[in-house]
């Protein structure tokens, strides 16, 4: 991801990601109800945005790992 104030790359390997979970990088955290992040399952990538506690913005991209190959997003 590539603002005007920062840029965040992240090299992940995952061999299998359970399918109740997941895993991100959180950013802009201001508190536990104040964040953005970036979430990655087996079956998506999401960019969400968190305030006072509630989901207020989010991107969802269907997207299927394959093994042993990295994804870019």
Known sequence: MK???FEIK????????????????IFNYRDA???ERFLMTEDYVSYQRY??????????DRIKFRK?????I
């Open 10 to 25: 992240v090299d992940a390997f995952a061999k299998k990601i359970k399918e109740d979970a997941g895993f991100g990088v």
């Open 68 to 72: 042993n190959k990295k994804a870019q």
């Open 33 to 35: 109800y104040n964040y």
């Open 51 to 60: 305030e006072k506690g509630g989901l207020v913005g989010q991107r969802l």
């Open 3 to 5: 603002t005007n104030n």
